[in-house]
């Protein structure tokens, strides 16, 4: 998912929209998770790139998009670029702590 989401409408309050948004991006990650694992592939990891515009986006976590939605909410930002995109990903095994 590579989108720009605009949060101003004629007819929809603001408070719609992004919970809108919200739902969108949710159902996409339940969408990509459900997808068949390729062969050796532990689970479905996501490369994510949050910004005001496409151009100027910066790498984020996973976890970490409902804050930036909660932070353009706040500054009243009429738009923001949300990048989603699903990779294949391994477990690492931790090493045991040196007694």
Known sequence: MKKTFQ?????IKRDRL??????EVKKYIKRERNKKLPEGV???????????FAEEAK???LSEINKCIDRVEEQQLE?????????????????????
């Not at 532990?42 to 005001?52: A, I, Q, S, Y």
């Open 7 to 11: 949060l101003t409408h004629p007819k």
């Open 18 to 23: 992004v919970e809108a948004v919200r739902h």
């Open 42 to 52: 532990d689970f479905w990891d996501f490369d994510c790139k949050f910004g005001n």
């Open 59 to 61: 790498e984020i976590h």
């Open 79 to 99: 738009t923001f670029y949300l990048e989603i995109l699903a990779k294949p990903g391994l477990r690492m095994k931790k090493l045991a702590p040196h007694k």
